[in-house]
């Protein structure tokens, strides 16, 4: 009796709270295998905005850098509907565990390297709380400006663990890239 009452809880919280499952950090995280250029070819989010925008997104280009003190520099670059090119520049701020960051200026609490091979694909998991609204992201990115079938596979795997299902992602269609726009960057 007590073990069927205890599974019932058990059931009862897994199914109240989706989402709530913790993403996994790449064991044996390395920063410098992880650095240089990826393309965010996929990504997967229950934020409003990103639902309401994904059809019309484009892929975006991330130069990642690592810092002395752990953390990492990164700079984002993604191409505008007016043919111009935003630039974002951030420090994912290392955690207790290699491969875990934060980043409080985006409002991103949770931040992961939850899978990579370092050469072909890497599965980020962001975790944001913004006006009490917390969300829940996953970003596939690739060296080469096209989907890696390893990376699009444990994408696929994570998302139900983390709360996410098939319609809330998005495969980003290849763009200008912005370094053709200022050689220097990302």
């Known amino acids: 009796m007590l ?21 996994p950090v790449q064991a044996n ?21 990103f639902l309401e925008s994904k059809d019309s997104m484009k892929m975006l280009v991330v130069s990642v850098t690592p810092v002395d003190n752990g953390d990492l520099a990164v700079k984002y670059g993604y191409p505008m509907r007016d043919g ?8 994912f701020t290392k955690r207790s565990m290699d491969g875990e960051f934060s980043n409080t200026a985006m ?7 939850a899978y990579t091979d ?8 962001f975790k ?7 969300s829940v992201w996953l970003q596939l990115y690739a060296r080469a400006p096209e989907l890696f079938p390893e ?3 444990k994408m696929q795997q994570l998302a139900p663990q983390v709360g996410l299902n098939p319609s809330q992602g998005a495969l980003l269609p290849k763009s200008d890239p912005c370094p ?6 990302p």
């Not at 995280?29 to 905005?49: C, E, I, K, L, R």
């Not at 111009?84 to 420090?91: L, P, R």
């Not at 053709?180 to 960057?185: G, L, P």
């Open 3 to 23: 073990q069927a009452v205890l599974t019932a809880a058990l059931l009862s919280l897994l199914w109240t709270t989706p989402g709530c499952a913790q993403a």
């Open 29 to 49: 995280f390395d920063a410098s295998q992880f650095q240089g250029t990826w393309y965010v070819v996929g990504v997967a989010s229950d934020d409003q905005g």
């Open 84 to 91: 111009g090119c935003q630039k974002v520049d951030m420090t």
């Open 107 to 113: 409002a991103q609490t949770d931040i992961r390297v």
């Open 118 to 125: 370092y050469n072909h694909f890497a599965v980020m998991f």
């Open 128 to 134: 944001t709380e913004k006006a009490g609204v917390q």
């Open 151 to 153: 990376g699009a596979q």
């Open 180 to 185: 053709q726009h200022n050689k220097r960057y």
